[in-house]
């Protein structure tokens, strides 16, 4: 079978070796930086370069870095924090966005990009003061949103504006302050540093309301003692991502090469998001009549490891709400699969994934089971 080939990036991604070995330094030495001793005097200096590193990635200022437990923690601090009675979310946010409150839905097109004329229409509806969400790259299909626009049609009806940029962050450039978003999530796992680790961005004029409250760390705003080698890892991902920006840039030549053998060799296979702005690392392919859980299983047992662009819950295949929301049919919806590289990848594992992939729609043809798009 070969080596085995990872292309899900977007679900996590290898830790960069100098992110494991600065944790295992970190693990490795004593100190809360929170205690006045020397010994926590350098945790807290430790602690204080990993969100100078995470900070400048987005163009940020330290003091508006809050750690967090993750992406998800993140996304659920700016929502419930934010104490916005009326929530605004894009259909295609992650679930941690949709299920952190009960909220109004803004529109996407058929490219995946939100429907900036829908999010002006429910603003100009007087009510509550609203937060709207709007994630900076989607990581189903990579499609990167009109966020700096979104930001300014909300704050024109004094509304604030949440970014989830866990996609985004270290593939692409980011400005914080040019975005004007006023709260921005991370997570370290997309970019080369640890699971359990992300952080939210606020911008100075934000109250944001602590959910987790206990000691003071993060200036109140997330107490619980730090995870610092998480925390470590994800500074030091930070800046390696930000140093090779062009490098991820340059992925787009290998997932374009994927996406025109793939058309080319399967009739009826469709790309998503392909019109408009995307990561360059990130290929959303339908293969319409297969169900994408079967595709990921053929993919799998070929030793390539890609994610289903839906998800399956007791046994029943659940269609991709990002792919209802760009309105595809129910059919095409069940049978995406997401390919996603990253800094490890080669052409040789874009070429074994089109053997596996190609072989697979072969047979499928062949009893019938293909359905023309
Ligand atoms: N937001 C997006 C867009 C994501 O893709 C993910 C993870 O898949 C998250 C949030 C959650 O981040 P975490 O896994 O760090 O909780």
Known sequence: MGRPIYLDYNATTPVRPAVAAAMTEALTTVGNPSSVHGFGRAARARLETAREQVAALVGARPAQVVFTSGGTEA??????????????????????????????????????????????????????????????ANNETGAIQPVADAARITHASGALL???????????????NGLSVDLMTLSAHKLGGPAGVGALIIADHVNLAARQRGGGQERGRRAGTENLAGIVGFGVAAEIAAAELDATARLADLRDDLERRAMGAVPGALVFGRDGPRLSNTSCLALPGVASEVQVMALDLAGVAVSAGSACSSGKVQSSHV???????????????????????????????????????????????????
Not at 342 to 367: I, N, P, Q, T, Y
């Open 75 to 136: 996304n659920n601090l700016a929502v419930a924090g934010s104490g916005r009675e009326r929530v605004l979310v894009s259909a295609i946010e992650h679930d941690s966005v949709l299920k952190a409150a009960a909220a109004e839905t803004i529109p996407v097109d058929r490219r995946g990009a939100v429907d900036l004329d829908a999010l002006e229409r429910m603003l100009a509806t007087p009510a509550a003061p609203a937060l709207v969400a709007v994630m900076l």
């Open 323 to 373: 792919l209802r929301a760009m309105g595809a049919d129910a059919v095409t919806a069940v049978s995406a699969i997401r390919v996603s590289l990253g800094w490890g990848s080669k052409a040789v594992d874009v070429d074994r994934f089109l053997e596996a992939w190609c072989a697979l729609a072969a047979r499928r043809r062949a009893v019938g089971s293909l359905t023309a798009a």
């Open 162 to 176: 949440h970014c989830d940029a866990v996609q985004a962050a270290g593939r692409i450039a980011i400005d914080f």
